[in-house]
């Protein structure tokens, strides 16, 4: 007899009727470091999109800073919203190239989850501070590996090989193994170009004029048409390909207009004036819980005694989001006046 619902076995055959040759099939992954019962109605990669949407990291994502630090206007960008918008662009191009969409939804959802708070500004001080360095990446893999999870047969979300793969490759030198990862590492790109030069101008950072005209002629004037022109010279640069990749045009007008966003957003800017602040802010909540490993919650001030305390408190501070490590910044480096009553 049929089953009554279409179940993960079910949804395996048809990735392997519908999809390319070249797709990574749930069916086919290298799986999970942990042995576990397979869950019969999502699919492997199915199945970690969901762990990592109901991680606390991934909640916290909505308050830490994309761009603008704890922006109070309700339009631009959080990390959160950079993420949804990763993971669209990702799932449209993977869904044309009849590739997993699946696999690169749950990379996108889980690429940023170790950003610090306060974005690049963050990620930076922590990696002067950290004796090993320091790279949002890895912290993503690190909180997906450790940091999550409730199970006490293993740690962490015991995710596929893939995802992980997709996770911790997402940036840098080392490309992903699936073309899934791929595709993630290019939406991100996509994602954050268009949508910074959106809150840039919505913040008059930027204006329309300041843009260079030689980009927008190629890749459009608005960040719909940008972000069109730049997805579909992905899907027809990469369709029966091997390998991810933009057309060498597109990909040298793409890069000029982030070398342009460097110059003018990312390095010198209004936006920027308030990083000197948060860098010195975390600078002295990471000398503070150094000296003070007790004054951390349970779960870090234990490991940060019966491990390695540093990581203890890099892992602490690098999840915190941009508000909190304000409140904890005031709470601990700041005297609270005292107010005092008639007895
Ligand atoms: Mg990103």
């Known amino acids: 007899m049929k089953n009554k619902f279409c179940g993960s076995q079910e949804l395996e055959a048809r990735e392997e009727e519908f999809l390319s040759s070249v797709a990574s099939l749930s069916k086919n992954s290298k799986g999970r470091q942990y042995q576990e019962q397979s869950c019969d109605i999502r699919t492997i990669f199915q199945h970690d999109r969901d762990r990592i949407i109901h991680s606390k990291a991934f909640r916290r994502l909505k308050h830490k800073t994309q761009v603008f630090i704890a922006p109070a206007g309700d339009h631009y960008r959080t990390r959160l919203t950079h993420t949804l918008e990763v993971s669209q662009i990702s799932r449209t191009i993977a869904r044309a190239l ?56 293993r740690p962490g979300l015991n995710l596929s090989f893939e995802v992980r793969d997709g996770i911790r490759n997402h940036t840098g030198k080392k490309k992903p193994q699936t073309l899934e990862g791929q595709i993630v590492k290019l939406a991100d790109r996509v994602a954050y170009i268009n949508h910074d030069i959106d809150d840039s101008l919505r913040a008059g950072i930027l204006t329309q004029e300041d843009l260079p005209q030689s980009c927008l002629e190629h890749l459009g004037y608005t960040s719909s048409q940008r972000i069109d022109t730049m997805v579909r010279d992905i899907i027809n640069f990469s369709s029966g390909k091997k390998e991810i990749a933009m057309s060498s045009k597109t990909s040298q007008v793409t890069n000029r207009l982030r070398d342009f966003l460097f110059a003018n957003v990312y390095l010198d800017s209004l936006a920027k004036k308030e990083e000197e602040k948060a860098q010195r802010l975390i600078a002295k909540l990471f000398s503070y819980y150094i000296e003070n490993p007790a004054e951390m919650p349970l779960e870090f001030k234990e490991r940060a005694v019966s491990e390695d305390r540093e990581q203890a408190v890099i892992d602490y501070i690098a999840g915190m989001t941009d508000r909190y490590a304000i409140s904890q910044g005031q709470k601990l480096l700041l005297p609270t006046p005292w107010f005092y009553h008639d007895i």
């Open 98 to 153: 009849k590739l997993n969409e699946d696999l690169t939804e749950a990379i996108a959802l889980g690429h940023d989850l170790g950003h610090t708070p306060f974005g690049h500004a963050g990620e930076e001080v922590l990696n002067d501070l950290a004796a090993r360095g320091f790279k949002h990446n890895e912290q993503s893999l690190r909180v997906v590996d450790f940091l999550e999870g409730s199970s006490s047969e």
